[in-house]
Each structure stands twice: as structure tokens, then as C-alpha cells.
């Protein structure tokens, strides 16, 4: 199995998310963020059907674990989930609900280039 990396463009997932960049531009940033999510969600459930997904694992504070904890609970429970935020060491039955996700808190500060991504383990 070979692990690889998938990146897709904001433009990519809007259009996921049944709109455009430069619609989303223009709207409230909670509205804009609803649309990303819905987007990669789709995107997301779409590598799940095509039996390619194997886990999934996002990083971040408060925002980021928001995002990702709701684009994890639209997945297939046996699925691994993974969360490592700041936000683990509270009350985190708004994140996780009923779901299977593994939340972990971070230990130390996070790379720059890792804070709010969402990595995704494909074949």
C-alpha cells in the first residue's frame, strides 16, 4: 500500500460544497466556513466509497477541531479517526459526539505548516 498525500484547491472544494470561491468570498465567515465543510465532507465521503480512505487525522486549536470533528462524524464508524488539539484536555462530547473519533491533546506547539490541516491516508 502506498500512502500518499491529497490536495485539493479551495476553488475544488467549494465546488465540492456546490458553490463557487467567489461566491463564498462575499458571505459571512461562518456561512463561508459551512460551505468548506460541506465541500470536503463530499469530497471526503467520496474516497470512503471509492474503498481508498484508511484514516483520517486533523491538527489544531478550537476552530480547526470544530472543522474537522464534523467532517469526521459524517464517516464510516471503524473508520480511525484521529484529532490532536489543544481543546483534549476539556469536555469534548461537542467534537466527538457519538462518533468513533480519537481525540488527543497536544503536547507542545505545532508546525506551522500543520495547524488546521486535515491529512487524509488514501491508496
Do not use: F, W
Amino acid at each position: 500500500m502506498q500512502n500518499i498525500t491529497i490536495e485539493h484547491s479551495a476553488e475544488a472544494v467549494c465546488a465540492a460544497g456546490s458553490t463557487s470561491l467567489s461566491q463564498i468570498r462575499s458571505q459571512p465567515r461562518y456561512d463561508a466556513l459551512q460551505v468548506m465543510i460541506k465541500g470536503v465532507t463530499n469530497i471526503v465521503l467520496a474516497y470512503q466509497d471509492k474503498r481508498v480512505l484508511h484514516g483520517v487525522m486533523g491538527v489544531g486549536g478550537s476552530t480547526s477541531t470544530a472543522v474537522v470533528s464534523e467532517i469526521m462524524r459524517a464517516l464510516n464508524i471503524g473508520l480511525p479517526k484521529l484529532i490532536v488539539s489543544t481543546m483534549a484536555s476539556g469536555n469534548v462530547s461537542t467534537y466527538v459526539g457519538d462518533s468513533d473519533i480519537t481525540i488527543m491533546p497536544s503536547i507542545g506547539k505545532y508546525h506551522p505548516l500543520l495547524t488546521g490541516n486535515l491529512k487524509i491516508r488514501a491508496q
